[in-house]
């Protein structure tokens, strides 16, 4: 079993939609968690960064924590094509050191 | 600009002909890593170093090298590549270990 999962899709929805994408984990050393966008032929870049349960929201994108069922979503609003991406999430681990762990990366298509 | 510089973006080679990928950064991060991703994989980390003179093993470093000379500075090094390591590669650094990672667009590497 994957320490992140993350469902590959793709997902494809309108324009307009409201997206939600969701990753679970199973080590409760997370302790630092982030959404990344990637466009294709780029490196992923970093949309939302937080450290603890509860919502933290930038613009149209919103991004949830819940420790305690160990999941984590990003939701995106009035979603557009220029949002087609792959979304991946990821975690910091503390052990020892910090390490941080990639999903796998869900591919989103907004169609106009 | 803030940016992780990596050199080439592309390259097609042959089983056994020494290669080294470039990265660099201009942010005076401490922290480097390279990673790579491939299918339904995700972002895999090869090598990390936490400073200049220190590096370590990521999780699959196996037929791979780098230095920290520099700070600025991680290269990438393929001894004696094979073609199980065909793959895109990503340069990533951040200030330190437990912050978001900044990564460069990427390197295609093909190997024949």
């Known amino acids: 079993q994957k320490e992140v999962e993350q469902d590959p899709g793709p997902l494809s929805v309108p324009e307009g939609a409201i997206v939600s994408l969701n990753c679970t984990y199973s080590?409760?050393?997370?302790?630092?968690f982030m959404w990344y966008r990637q466009y294709s032929r780029k490196g992923p870049e970093l949309l939302m960064y937080?450290?603890?349960?509860g919502n933290k929201e930038d613009g149209r994108f919103t991004a949830q924590v819940d420790k305690s069922s160990k999941y984590i979503s990003l939701f995106i609003r009035d979603s557009q094509p220029s949002d087609s991406a792959t979304y991946l999430c990821a975690m910091i681990e503390r052990t020892g050191g910090f390490k941080t762990i990639f999903g796998a990366g869900t591919r989103l298509f907004v169609k106009a | 600009e803030a940016q992780v510089t990596q050199n080439p973006r592309y390259l097609i080679t042959v089983t056994g002909k020494k290669l080294t990928v470039t990265c660099s950064q201009n942010m005076n991060h401490e922290y480097m890593s390279w990673y790579r991703q491939d299918p339904g994989l995700g972002l895999r980390q090869i090598y990390y170093?936490?400073?200049?003179?220190?590096?370590d093993k990521g999780d699959v470093p196996e037929g791979y090298k780098v230095s920290r000379k520099e700070k600025r500075n991680f290269p990438l090094i393929l001894e004696s590549p094979s073609p199980n390591q065909t793959s895109l590669y990503f340069c990533?650094?951040?200030?330190?270990?437990?912050?978001?990672?900044?990564f460069g667009d990427g390197t295609r590497l093909s190997i024949l």
């Open positions: 990533a650094s951040s200030l330190t270990s437990n912050q978001p990672q900044h």
């Open positions: 080590n409760s050393a997370f302790q630092y």
């Open positions: 937080t450290y603890s349960s």
């Open positions: 170093s936490m400073n200049v003179e220190v590096t």
